[in-house]
């Protein structure tokens, strides 16, 4: 510090000596790091303690050097030549720009760099004060990833709810779901796309084509012609590697882009196109519609693969990592909805289950990726000094007066204040008491007071608007501690205009340590403030719609694999409820209208039992609800406001003292009623309740006004499924002929239906007594799996039980049901087998007759499994009626089983066909020797998955009174093929 009588014999720029030394302290205090620098060749001449311990230099090592010490890798150089440029011109310029200190470490700077003319009518000096930000810069960084994830997050699920209800629209067109799903999805994904659908069987139904750009339609329309032919019918998986891997990823696999192989495409159109001029159209299609990059999306089913849609574009870096999670979640959610439709279409359904929808962890906030790195070695640095050695000489400086003196820190501090009065810096120092004692111009210019004004007047009546009381509280507190204070208030300037101000205080000492100023930088933060306030506002209101769409979501997530429409009232409530109110639930309605169930939700766990106390009088209290009558007259779309809940007619609708209790328990204050509809047909109605009059706010009111639509949609697609499978339950049971019992038979019969199936199907099986003739055992497959092979099948089981009482023996019989069935001009192909099954003194003697059906198994009395002869003939309706269908007779030992059934007990997708006969073999040799159904339940415990991949029928059969297996066997009949102990066939048999 200065000596006091050799600063104050300099002429300074201002009079008051008091604000000099406020100046000089302020420039040695916490708050400020600044230098001098000479104007003609940048060089430092003077710094402050604060600026050496800023950049970790000493002070013989920045005077005589310039500011590029400290730059490095990540400094805007460009930045600083335009301030060095504005300021030569005369003007002050701020600056934010990453500096890099000794040690190489990097930090941010809000520095500004101020032209100071000492007097002499020439810019001399610069003055350059630095701020350090890098924590404020690293939370600006972070809130800009933060409001990025918010935006793409936000996107995402707008893409996802723009897809369902694309789709919703077509519930009863099964390929304009799909054609709605690829154009929906394109605009927002790629560039165009494809869609391969599959059958029943895993082949292809049919392709969809679209282009995001609508004048492309054409090559679309060329690539949707050809792609059938490109792809083949079953074998084309195989020949795109990467496809055939995508269909085989589970539900929780991530999906990646994949560069597209163009000479295995250019090799799969040639192949697949009629001429090469189709194929060279093809080609200029596909490469007009973009080829880089493409994407495949299997879309599954708990069970299956509905299809996969391929996203396809020019640009390699197109599908990045959003898109890469926006189409994980579109798959996970559109598989089931397409299942879904599908099978409202053609009578199919899944069997119900209750996923709870997977969890999700929140996103993280990105890393901030615009700090620069931190050098290992940091930026070059001038050599440092030997210890020792001579310091360079002072530079000199022209003072005020003219003269020259060296340009010690004496002079540093008033070129320091020359600078403070010249800059567009406001600055403001007052007294301990409050009184101001020295502003600059920039500071009067901000405020509207002239200096005359102000001088003398208490700083808190420069300001006509009151300041917050605790923030004022909370800056004269640390300030009267001595600690400096950034704070940014709401003023009002002189003439009544506001602005806000930012601005940095920082108490001042005497020589004894008390506090005698404060010196105050302001700058007007009106539109930084401003913007800031903007984009708080931006971000809550996309925070908010991200959580509407997110709830949406939720919710039809919890709905899209209901097929129990009071499930799917409970899924309703358990999902929405707690996110929107206090409590509430959930009515369904009868055809007429009546309300037929209901369920109830509380958000606080602590209050289920005055839940449970209002569902018991709910029936009463839903006959008199207000809602519930105002709902009646609404109309679809109709805007539905929040209702204050009258407590007054409520009690004389409620007698009961313990329903009102347990609703004051849970909540009454406000009500939101919230209609389902779908097809202009309320089909529900969800409430919901709360204590706070206020609770349901705008952004309540816009998220129930967009849930109510879909999920009214997806209630009544449940209610439709619902009625389609009861139909698909009762034809099944009537076209099933009964089973009767047999005296002398002991049989146990079992059906499955596939997982992806409505229960119905071509499968079936029949035993039937001939009248002392012995009895029939048959069991059939007809191809297909929805009503119309049902109801084939029916025909044809009933068309055999006639023809085998007429004739008894089972290969005539088949003969004749053949002759009928081409008489009928039949179109449909069914395989079967027949037996007829007598019983004899030493076991049983049994005929049987095979066209095309998977040959029955024999376990012997020794443990031994056998299959029975192969099949006769080609299946009903391939089968030559002129052709008699040939028998084969043999005698089984008492104790024998025999096991008729269809091929979905043994083929499956994921093993050959030998293996699962052989698996078949494995287990029937390891089932109990107990009775038929013991058997056939170990049959399907080992064999039949949760969900079969196919439709089944299996019919176990053995002789009453059978003496104990695991004897010997004399004599094993010639029409049995041997198996070994694998369950294949011996080598012996096969050749």
């Known amino acids: 510090m200065p000596d006091m009588n050799e600063a104050s014999s300099m002429p300074l720029p201002l009079s008051d000596?008091?604000?000099?030394?406020?100046?000089?302290?302020?420039?040695?205090?916490?708050?400020?790091?600044?230098?001098?620098?000479?104007?003609?060749?940048?060089?430092?001449?003077?710094?402050?303690?604060?600026?050496?311990?800023?950049?970790?230099?000493?002070?013989?090592?920045?005077?005589?050097?310039?500011?590029?010490?400290?730059?490095?890798?990540?400094?805007?150089?460009?930045?600083?030549?335009?301030?060095?440029?504005?300021?030569?011109?005369?003007?002050?310029?701020?600056?934010?720009?990453?500096?890099?200190?000794?040690?190489?470490?990097?930090?941010?700077?809000?520095?500004?760099?101020?032209?100071?003319?000492?007097?002499?009518?020439?810019?001399?000096?610069?003055?350059?004060?630095?701020?350090?930000?890098?924590?404020?810069?690293?939370?600006?960084?972070?809130?800009?990833?933060?409001?990025?994830?918010?935006?793409?997050?936000?996107?995402?699920?707008?893409l996802i709810t723009r897809v369902i209800s694309a789709m919703s629209a077509h519930l009863d067109d099964y390929r304009q779901a799909v054609v709605a799903l690829a154009r929906t999805a394109v605009s927002g994904l790629a560039e165009w796309s494809y869609l391969i659908m599959f059958d029943d069987d895993g082949n292809q139904d049919f392709v969809v084509v679209v282009a995001a750009d609508p004048a492309k339609a054409e090559s679309a329309r060329i690539v949707e012609a050809g792609l059938p032919g490109w792809l083949g019918t079953t074998t084309w998986a195989g020949q795109v590697p990467r496809l055939s891997q995508a269909l085989k990823a589970g539900p929780g696999d991530p999906l990646l882009p994949v560069n597209v192989d163009v000479d295995l495409l250019a090799a799969l159109v040639n192949l697949g196109s009629a001429t090469p001029d189709d194929a060279r159209r093809s080609m200029e299609a596909l490469y007009d519609l973009g080829l880089g990059t493409w994407m495949p999306v299997p879309l599954h089913t708990r069970d299956r693969t509905l299809g996969v849609m391929v996203l396809e574009s020019r640009n390699p870096s197109q599908f990045d990592v959003p898109t890469m999670v926006t189409t994980v979640l579109l798959r996970d959610r559109i598989g089931p909805m397409l299942n879904s439709i599908r099978q409202f279409q053609t009578g199919r359904a899944?069997?119900?289950?209750?996923?709870?929808?997977?969890?999700?962890?929140?996103?993280?906030?990105?890393?901030?990726?615009?700090?620069?790195?931190?050098?290992?070695?940091?930026?070059?640095?001038?050599?440092?000094?030997?210890?020792?050695?001579?310091?360079?000489?002072?530079?000199?400086?022209?003072?005020?007066?003219?003269?020259?003196?060296?340009?010690?820190?004496?002079?540093?501090?008033?070129?320091?204040?020359?600078?403070?009065?010249?800059?567009?810096?406001?600055?403001?120092?007052?007294?301990?008491?409050?009184?101001?004692?020295?502003?600059?111009?920039?500071?009067?210019?901000?405020?509207?007071?002239?200096?005359?004004?102000?001088?003398?007047?208490?700083?808190?009546?420069?300001?006509?608007?009151?300041?917050?009381?605790?923030?004022?509280?909370?800056?004269?507190?640390?300030?009267?501690?001595?600690?400096?204070?950034?704070?940014?208030?709401?003023?009002?300037?002189?003439?009544?205009?506001?602005?806000?101000?930012?601005?940095?205080?920082?108490?001042?000492?005497?020589?004894?340590?008390?506090?005698?100023?404060?010196?105050?930088?302001?700058?007007?933060?009106?539109?930084?403030?401003?913007?800031?306030?903007?984009?708080?506002?931006?971000?809550?209101?996309?925070?908010?719609?991200?959580?509407?769409?997110?709830?949406?979501?939720?919710?039809?997530?919890?709905?899209?694999?209901?097929?129990?429409?009071?499930?799917?009232?409970?899924?309703?409530?358990?999902?929405?409820?707690?996110?929107?109110?206090?409590?509430?639930?959930?009515?369904?309605?009868?055809?007429?209208?009546?309300?037929?169930?209901?369920?109830?939700?509380?958000?606080?766990?602590?209050?289920?039992?005055?839940?449970?106390?209002?569902?018991?009088?709910m029936p009463r209290w839903m006959e008199q609800h207000q809602a519930l009558k105002a709902m009646a007259l609404a109309q679809p779309d109709d805007l539905v406001l929040p209702q204050l809940v009258d407590i007054g007619a409520l009690e004389k609708t409620i007698p009961s003292?313990?329903?009102?209790?347990?609703?004051?328990?849970?909540?009454?204050?406000?009500?939101?009623?919230?209609?389902?509809?779908?097809?202009?047909?309320?089909?529900?109605?969800?409430?919901?309740?709360?204590?706070?009059?206020?609770?349901?706010?705008?952004?309540?009111?816009?998220?129930?006004?967009?849930?109510?639509?879909?999920?009214?949609?997806?209630?009544?697609?449940?209610?439709?499924?619902?009625?389609?499978?009861?139909?698909?339950?009762?034809?099944?049971?009537?076209?099933?002929?009964?089973?009767?019992?047999?005296?002398d038979l002991d049989t146990a019969a079992a059906y499955r239906p596939a997982g992806h199936r409505a229960e119905i199907g071509g499968d079936w099986y029949d035993v039937f007594p001939l009248g002392g003739r012995g009895t029939m055992l048959a069991v059939g497959d007809v191809v297909g799996h929805d009503m119309t092979a049902a109801a084939v099948m029916g025909q044809l089981s009933l068309l055999l039980r006639a023809r085998t009482w007429s004739s008894a023996s089972p290969g005539p019989a088949l003969s004749t049901v053949a002759h009928a069935l081409d008489g009928m001009r039949w179109d449909d192909v069914a395989s079967i087998v027949s037996l007829r099954w007598q019983p004899t003194p030493d076991g049983s003697h049994v005929e049987y007759a095979n066209l095309g059906h998977p040959a029955p198994l024999v376990r012997l009395p020794d443990g031994t499994v056998h299959r029975m002869g192969p099949a006769h003939g080609a299946p009903l309706g391939l089968h030559d009626p002129a052709v008699e269908v040939d028998q084969d007779e043999l005698d089984l030992p008492a104790g024998s089983v025999v096991v008729l059934y269809t091929d979905g007990l043994v083929e499956r997708r994921d093993r050959p066909l030998e293996d699962g006969l052989a698996a078949f073999a494995r287990a029937l040799r390891a089932a109990p020797d107990g009775s038929a159904a013991q058997i056939r339940d170990h049959l399907l415990a080992t064999l039949v998955l949760d969900q079969p991949e196919d439709d089944l029928c299996l019919l176990v059969v053995r002789g009453r009174d059978s003496p104990t297996a695991h004897r010997p066997v004399d004599q094993v009949p010639a029409q049995l093929l041997p198996l070994d102990a694998t369950g294949r066939a011996c080598t012996a048999a096969r050749s």
């Open 17 to 158: 000596e008091a604000v000099y030394w406020t100046v000089a302290q302020v420039m040695e205090s916490d708050l400020l790091a600044g230098a001098i620098v000479q104007a003609d060749n940048d060089q430092i001449v003077w710094t402050n303690q604060n600026f050496i311990t800023l950049t970790g230099y000493r002070i013989d090592q920045l005077i005589g050097h310039t500011h590029e010490l400290l730059h490095g890798p990540g400094t805007d150089l460009d930045a600083i030549a335009q301030v060095r440029a504005q300021v030569q011109a005369g003007h002050a310029a701020p600056l934010t720009v990453l500096l890099y200190r000794k040690d190489g470490t990097p930090f941010w700077s809000r520095l500004v760099a101020i032209p100071v003319d000492p007097g002499t009518g020439q810019i001399l000096y610069h003055a350059v004060i630095h701020f350090e930000a890098t924590a404020e810069i690293f939370q600006e960084r972070t809130k800009s990833a933060e409001d990025a994830i918010v935006q793409n997050r936000t996107s995402r699920l707008e």
């Open 657 to 743: 003292r313990r329903v009102l209790d347990a609703l004051d328990d849970l909540g009454l204050g406000a009500r939101l009623p919230v209609p389902l509809y779908a097809r202009d047909q309320m089909l529900g109605l969800m409430v919901l309740e709360a204590r706070d009059p206020d609770r349901f706010d705008v952004s309540t009111v816009v998220t129930t006004t967009l849930l109510r639509r879909r999920v009214g949609t997806m209630l009544d697609n449940i209610r439709l499924y619902q009625a389609e499978r009861q139909t698909a339950l009762t034809l099944q049971r009537r076209l099933q002929p009964p089973t009767a019992a047999v005296a």
């Open 350 to 617: 899944e069997p119900a289950t209750r996923p709870e929808p997977a969890g999700t962890a929140p996103a993280r906030p990105a890393e901030p990726t615009s700090a620069a790195p931190t050098p290992t070695d940091g930026p070059a640095r001038p050599a440092e000094p030997e210890p020792g050695a001579e310091r360079l000489s002072p530079p000199v400086a022209r003072m005020f007066d003219g003269t020259e003196l060296p340009l010690d820190d004496s002079v540093g501090l008033a070129i320091a204040l020359r600078a403070l009065q010249t800059s567009h810096m406001p600055v403001l120092v007052t007294a301990i008491s409050g009184e101001v004692v020295w502003a600059n111009d920039p500071y009067c210019r901000l405020v509207g007071w002239s200096q005359a004004e102000l001088i003398g007047r208490s700083w808190d009546t420069v300001y006509t608007e009151q300041p917050d009381e605790s923030h004022a509280a909370h800056v004269i507190d640390s300030l009267t501690a001595g600690n400096p204070v950034t704070a940014t208030m709401l003023n009002r300037r002189r003439d009544g205009t506001r602005f806000w101000s930012r601005f940095f205080i920082t108490p001042v000492h005497d020589a004894d340590g008390e506090i005698t100023h404060f010196f105050a930088v302001h700058m007007d933060a009106t539109s930084t403030v401003l913007t800031e306030h903007t984009q708080a506002a931006e971000t809550e209101l996309a925070a908010n719609r991200s959580s509407r769409l997110e709830l949406i979501t939720h919710a039809l997530d919890a709905l899209t694999e209901r097929v129990d429409l009071h499930q799917a009232a409970d899924a309703l409530a358990r999902t929405a409820i707690p996110e929107l109110a206090d409590w509430g639930f959930v009515v369904l309605f009868d055809d007429d209208g009546q309300p037929e169930y209901f369920t109830e939700i509380v958000a606080e766990p602590a209050k289920q039992e005055s839940a449970r106390t209002v569902r018991r009088g």
